[in-house]
C-alpha cells in the first residue's frame, strides 16, 4: 500500500547525531513527514537546546526514538555501526576533526547507500571554525544589536536545506542505486538570508511606515505600503491577495483582497492593474 501524500517518506529510516539546533529541527521535519527517526546525542540535561529551552527541545524529539550513547565505548559504536547499515539518512553537525576523531569521516565508503547530510558551520579554510546563528547573521547583516534576534534565520534555513538535500538524496538513490554526501553550510545561509538587506530592500534604515511615518501611495506586487485614512497603514507582500491592515489602535486585521475591494471598504479604495506595476490600491482620501 502506497504512503499517503502527506507522508512520503513512511518506511524511510533516518539518525541524527548533532547537539545544535538544524539537525533536531530537520529530523522533526522528516519525522513529519513519514520518517522514523533515532536522535542519538547527549542526555537532554546535557544538549545545549535542552538546557535553554527544554519546552522546544520535547516539542522537536517527541517524536523520535532518543538514545544517549557513549561512541568511544566499543559496545556503543557496534550499535551505531550495525544502526548506520540499516539506515537510510543521517544528519550530522560536527566539525570536520570531530568526525576523524570518531572515525566517521568516511561514512560513504563504508555505507555506499547512506544519504549523509552533514550540516556545518563555514567550509573550506574556516571548516574548523564553530558557526553558530548569532555569528552567521551578524557577518551577513541580520541583526540589529543590542537585541536579539526574532528568529534564528540561519539556523532555521540550515535546517530546512538539510531537509532538502536528503529527499534529493533519497531521490537520487532511486536512480542510481548508490548514497551520497550533502554538506549544508550555515554561513552560507545566512548569506541568502542576508540579500534584503545587502541590496537595500529591508534593515534599520528601512522602517515600517506604522502610524502615518512615511506615505507610500500604492501597494504593489513588490510589497510596497499604503497609508489609508484614519491613520490605517496596509501591507500585502509579493504577489499575494492577502494583506495585513494595521490600525491606529495598534490591532492587526488579516484580510483578502477581495473583501476589501467589495465588501465594506469599497468606497475606500479602487482597483486598477497595471500593465508594468501590477495590481495597486490607493487611498480616496
Not at 107 to 121: D, F, M, Q
Not at 183 to 199: E, F, K, N, P, S
Amino acid at each position: 500500500m502506497s504512503a499517503p501524500a502527506s507522508e512520503p517518506l513512511t518506511g524511510i529510516r533516518g539518525g541524527s547525531i548533532a547537539a545544535n539546533l538544524p539537525s533536531p529541527i530537520a529530523a522533526a521535519q522528516l519525522v513529519g513527514m513519514g520518517a522514523q527517526v533515532t536522535h542519538r546525542n547527549r542526555a537532554p540535561s546535557w544538549h545545549p537546546l535542552a538546557a535553554v529551552a527544554r519546552a522546544w527541545y520535547d516539542e522537536l524529539v517527541v517524536a523520535q526514538e532518543v538514545v544517549v550513547p557513549d561512541l568511544k565505548q566499543p559496545e556503543q559504536r557496534a550499535r551505531l555501526e550495525d544502526c548506520l547499515a540499516d539506515a537510510d539518512v543521517l544528519i550530522m553537525a560536527m566539525r570536520p576533526s570531530a568526525l576523524s576523531r570518531l572515525d566517521l569521516h568516511r561514512l560513504a565508503e563504508t555505507y555506499p547507500v547512506l544519504i549523509h547530510v552533514e550540516i556545518v558551520g563555514h567550509e573550506g579554510e574556516a571548516a574548523e571554525v564553530p558557526g553558530h546563528d548569532l555569528t552567521c547573521q551578524a557577518a551577513h547583516g541580520t541583526l540589529c544589536p543590542p537585541t536579539m534576534p526574532l528568529v534564528p534565520v540561519a539556523d532555521l534555513l540550515g535546517a530546512e536545506r538539510a531537509v532538502s538535500a536528503a529527499v534529493a538524496g533519497l531521490l537520487s538513490r532511486t536512480r542510481t542505486g548508490m548514497g551520497g554526501h550533502y554538506r549544508i553550510v550555515l554561513d552560507q545561509a545566512a548569506q541568502m538570508a542576508g540579500a534584503a538587506v545587502r541590496h537595500g530592500l529591508m534593515g534599520p534604515s528601512t522602517p515600517l511606515p506604522l502610524g502615518g511615518v512615511t506615505y507610500v501611495p500604492h501597494i504593489s506586487h513588490f510589497g510596497r505600503l499604503c497609508r489609508a485614512r484614519r491613520s490605517r497603514v496596509t501591507l500585502r507582500g509579493p504577489g499575494s491577495r492577502a494583506y495585513w491592515r494595521y490600525d491606529r489602535g495598534a490591532r492587526v486585521h488579516l484580510c483578502h483582497m477581495d473583501d476589501y475591494l467589495l465588501g465594506s471598504d469599497r468606497s475606500r479604495a479602487r482597483h486598477s492593474y497595471g500593465r508594468s506595476q501590477g495590481p495597486h490600491l490607493w487611498s480616496n482620501k
